[in-house]
């Protein structure tokens, strides 16, 4: 997964999220590029959910 964190931003809480709403990962991120390993899940979408401060980013994932 490689969702890019704006300027600016450099840590945040990351989560991912299945349809269900349902955490499935929990990471802090440093830095503009996010590593996270989903070989383990099955086929779907699912969703990255980052926040810092006041913003908050979804980005939707689709696992082959």
């Given at each position: ?26 990471k802090n991120t440093r830095g503009m ?25 979804h980005h939707t994932v689709i696992v082959?």
């Amino acid at each position: 997964l490689p969702p890019q964190l704006p300027e600016g931003i450099e840590s945040t809480p990351l989560e991912l999220v299945d349809l269900n709403g349902r955490i499935l990962r929990n990471k802090n991120t440093r830095g503009m590029t996010i590593s996270l390993n989903v070989s383990d899940l099955p086929s779907g979408s699912y969703v990255v959910r980052l926040s810092s401060g006041q913003t908050l980013l979804h980005h939707t994932v689709i696992v082959r």
